[in-house]
């Protein structure tokens, strides 16, 4: 009998089981949710911006693992890379040496990082955010966070804290004294910054969360603002970096915005391996890291480990070298214009908006008394309906993976691969136009498909 892993033999054996083997062992509700919505599909690989089922019929990915796949499922530089380093047998993780990689990636990062100068590699994005929540706290001696309205920025304690969505916090009380401001207002800032106890605002460029941007100014006054009360200003790009909205950083889009402290990660990843980066200024890292003694007071067991390095050095090159900042800034202008030439044709279509490759294309209350009816029937059973109709025959009928862009919103986020150019844009416009004219001709799948939803919503009240 043979002892060795073949991994291979076991996914032949047992892979059909995948949908039983989480309801078993996993989150129960997360197959009984694929199933209600028909997303339970088996796809057996990936590469690039698409996947292939056991038939061979493709499917393109509009979704990206929620951004992690920033270059596509397998880019062929990075796979090479963590075949290198695990080829290479290095003495990773003694935790009482200093190896090459982490300090050659972090050089790189801090590169596209002005005003930057060190960093702290963790495991994820919430792992970042986490990171720079205890940074800032104990930079300025002080205990509040201010986070704005319907932020995202991870779902462990303390990340959770500054987490703008009801429905993730509840029940997990108490949280840390964390308060929440409305997105580009000054005003409520500034009251908040008087009372003297705020170490920092963090704040995504660009919400996740229904892609809604900062206003014009926001950031820059907001920082203004936090540096005259001694408090700091953290940018949470763990979505938004990395090229995702056509510069480097989403910062970057407005002049003279220099963030105390930066989260990167999902992308940086390659897709393989889970990393996370917190990036800051020289002052912050050398107050928390004080002394000797102080030398491990914030560590990560697997941070700075060589396979995650290794893919981060990998992802950073081929962005240089494949110019693909450049590249989502022309694909992303170019989807966002011609979905936004759709919004006159469309009384359902309220609205497109965001940056680079992450486009939100909000829904609205139509015009027309037929299509008004039918959408005051969904709006009763469940806000976010009508967003989900639309989804489910994006794949169904032309095998275009998306969702929407958090709960109770009529908004789909678009954040594909930022490897996607002309062809994929075309291919995704055209399938919506079919569903949009479906749905505003009253009648097909997308209403049929409405009805179960319905049904679903109100059995689960």
Request: charged fraction near 25%; glycine fraction near 10%.
């Amino acid at each position: 009998m043979s002892t060795e892993f073949d991994l291979g033999a076991l996914l032949a054996e047992r892979g059909a089981e995948r949908y039983e083997l989480h309801a078993r062992y996993l989150n129960h509700q997360l197959p009984r949710m694929l199933h209600t919505i028909g997303f339970d599909k088996v796809y057996e690989r990936g590469e690039g911006a698409y996947f292939w089922d056991a038939d061979g019929n493709d499917y393109l990915d509009m979704l990206a693992g929620f951004g992690v796949m920033g270059l596509g499922r397998h880019h062929p530089v990075v796979r090479k890379a963590l075949h290198d380093v695990l080829d290479a047998s290095l003495a990773d993780l003694t935790r009482f040496d200093c190896q090459p990689l982490p300090g050659l990636l972090a050089e790189k990062l801090l590169a596209h990082s002005p005003h930057l100068d060190r960093v702290f590699f963790g495991n994820s994005g919430t792992e970042a955010v986490e990171t720079a929540l205890k940074f800032a706290r104990y930079a300025t001696g002080k205990p509040r966070v201010l986070y704005c309205d319907h932020a995202f920025h991870g779902l462990t304690t303390g990340s959770l804290s500054v987490n703008g969505e009801g429905g993730f916090r509840d029940g997990f009380a108490p949280l840390l004294p964390d308060t929440a401001v409305p997105l580009g207002d000054l005003d409520a800032l500034a009251r908040e910054l008087r009372k003297g106890d705020v170490a920092a605002l963090i704040v995504e460029p660009i919400q996740g969360k229904g892609v809604h941007e900062a206003p014009p100014g926001y950031l820059r006054a907001a920082q203004e603002l936090l540096h005259r009360h001694r408090a700091l200003l953290i940018a949470d790009e763990v979505q938004t970096g990395l090229g995702r909205t056509g510069d480097f950083y989403a910062y970057q889009h407005e002049d003279g915005v220099e963030p105390d402290l930066v989260c990167v990660a999902k992308a940086l990843s390659g897709g393989y391996v889970p990393v996370g980066a917190t990036l800051g200024k020289d002052w912050i890292f050398k107050k928390v890291y004080s002394s000797m003694d102080r030398v491990l007071v914030h560590s990560a067991s697997f941070g700075s480990n060589a396979q995650a390095m290794a893919a981060g050095l990998a992802v950073l090159s081929v962005m240089e070298n494949e110019q693909i900042v450049a590249g989502a800034r022309l694909t992303g202008d170019l989807l966002k214009s011609r979905l936004t030439a759709l919004i006159d044709k469309y009384e359902l279509l309220a609205d497109v908006r965001g940056r680079g490759l992450m486009i939100g294309i909000e829904f609205g209350k139509p015009r027309s008394l037929k299509l008004r009816s039918r959408w005051a029937m969904l709006q009763a059973a469940r806000k976010g309906l009508f967003a989900q109709m639309v989804v489910v025959p994006l794949l169904q009928r032309h095998r275009i993976l998306t969702q929407v862009s958090g709960d109770h919103l009529e908004v789909i986020k678009l954040i594909p691969p930022l490897v996607v150019g002309e062809p994929e844009v075309n291919r995704f416009v055209d399938a919506f136009t079919e569903v949009m004219d479906d749905a505003h001709n009253g009648g097909g799948l997308v209403w049929d498909f409405g009805r179960t939803l319905i049904k679903q919503a109100v059995a689960n009240r």
